[in-house]
């Protein structure tokens, strides 16, 4: 063998090697969530399993074939180690299959190989766009995406996550129009962000009241009907699609431009951070200190430094019988809104007599539903259509 072939099957041996062991470490890392540090993986690695399974299945083949023409123990290993990490990553997926079958949910396991269609995102855009009001000089707007049948549509407003500091109305685009395209007239609302000197937590929300008188006036001219109307957000979105929901049926609510908020009949959100002193004391060495910059942010400062306003951001202060129905759709193994204060929050309102049901993913950390296709996302859809549905809402 002359020294370019050397050369060659060198770089080959080291290609396959490092692909093997970094899919089989990111399968380990998701099968091991509760691990300090390694245990991150599965926020990044889990929403694609199907296609980390597909590629260690092809790697451990093409490991496989050279130990078979050269009979090298590193190709021996490389093929045990691969067939084991899609033994790994199969567990998991079918964990997740199942969990959401088990909740109504007809997975297609064909879809979540479109992880990385980023054309597909590119592509939505909205059908119109206005503006409901103005904070500090700056204008706020939300986005509508009209119902493709005729007929008075029932209304969906989403509201944005990003931990009350990033984020904007376009998040979960693709999603905003599969609601449309499924009957809703979907409006996405924008909302002023806090920051280290701006904090915003008892202004957003009647900022997302006056968003809701917005769509009580306007729904018509877009086919909606504003009478059949749900709230629907993701992480600090969540907080506020509930807490706006439950504070306009005990008459708290006050929208920042005046009028009265319509009611809402039901709220679907996606791992909400409902209890905010929980997520300033989170102690994931990773995502903790993220926790408490977001909640500092937004608050202003720690909870015993501010427990009133802690108090007033948590959504248990404002349950109460006529609440409308609440679905939660969670992580497992959330590393920065720690599922023990949804799974909290959910049995204080049911002893309020909230009628809530929580649906909880395996193995599925943060924003858990955030690439095309994925188990998460097709859980999300399917089951908030579901809910709607259920309750008069579609």
Same mark, same amino acid.
């Given at each position: 063998m002359n020294a370019p072939a050397r050369v060659a099957a060198w770089l080959g041996r080291v290609g396959l090697t490092v692909a093997v062991l970094g899919l089989a470490a990111a399968v380990a890392g998701s099968l091991l969530p509760r691990v300090p540090v390694v245990g991150v993986a599965v926020g990044f690695v889990a929403p694609v399993l199907s296609v980390v399974v597909l590629a260690a299945a092809s790697a451990g083949l093409v490991a496989l074939v050279m130990w078979w023409l050269h009979r090298q123990r590193l190709f021996l290993a490389l093929t045990v180690i691969a067939a084991l990490t899609v033994a790994g990553g199969s567990f998991i997926v079918a964990r997740q299959v199942g969990a959401?079958?088990?909740?109504?949910?007809?997975?297609?396991?064909v879809e979540t190989l479109r992880v990385f269609d980023a054309a597909a995102v590119a592509a939505v @855009?909205?059908?119109?766009?206005?503006?409901?009001?103005?904070?500090?000089?700056?204008?706020?707007? &939300?986005?509508?995406?009209?119902p493709r049948r005729g007929g008075p549509a029932p209304v969906l407003v989403f509201i944005h996550g990003g931990g009350w500091v990033a984020g904007d109305r376009s998040a979960?685009? @693709?999603d905003l129009r599969w609601f449309a395209d499924q009957g809703w007239l979907v409006v996405s609302v924008d909302y002023a962000l806090s920051s280290a000197d701006r904090h915003l937590w008892d202004v957003v929300p009647g900022q997302i009241g006056c968003?809701?008188?917005?769509?009580?006036?306007?729904?018509?001219?877009?086919?909606?009907?504003?009478?059949? &109307?749900?709230? @629907?957000?993701?992480?600090?979105?969540?907080?506020?699609?509930?807490?706006?929901?439950?504070?306009?049926?005990?008459?708290? &609510?006050?929208?920042?431009?005046?009028?009265?908020?319509p009611r809402v009949g039901a709220v679907s959100v996606l791992y909400p951070a409902v209890d905010p002193a929980r997520v300033y004391a989170n102690t994931d060495p990773v995502f903790g200190q993220?926790?408490?910059?977001?909640?500092?942010?937004?608050?202003?400062?720690?909870?015993?430094?501010?427990?009133?306003?802690?108090?007033?951001?948590?959504?248990?202060?404002?349950?109460?019988?006529?609440?409308?129905?609440?679905? &939660?759709?969670?992580?497992?193994?959330?590393?920065?809104?720690?599922?023990?204060g949804a799974l909290a929050f959910v049995d204080r309102a049911r002893d309020a007599g909230v009628g809530v049901e929580a649906v909880t993913i395996p193995y599925a950390d943060h924003v858990f539903d955030g690439r095309e296709g994925t188990i998460g996302q097709q859980t999300y859809r399917q089951l908030t259509a579901a809910w709607l549905r259920s309750h008069g809402q579609g």
């Open positions: 959401a079958s088990a909740a109504g949910v007809d997975v297609d396991l @855009t909205p059908d119109d766009t206005a503006v409901y009001t103005e904070f500090d000089d700056e204008p706020l707007a &939300l986005d509508v995406y009209r979960h685009r @693709t968003a809701l008188t917005w769509v009580a006036a306007n729904a018509g001219r877009y086919g909606g009907d504003a009478s059949r &109307l749900s709230l @629907t957000g993701d992480s600090a979105g969540g907080n506020l699609a509930i807490n706006v929901a439950y504070a306009t049926a005990g008459g708290t &609510l006050r929208p920042s431009c005046g009028g009265a908020p993220s926790g408490r910059d977001l909640a500092t942010a937004y608050i202003g400062g720690p909870p015993d430094q501010y427990p009133e306003r802690y108090a007033a951001v948590a959504s248990a202060t404002h349950l109460g019988p006529s609440a409308p129905p609440t679905l &939660l759709v969670l992580g497992a193994v959330d590393h920065l809104v720690p599922i023990d």
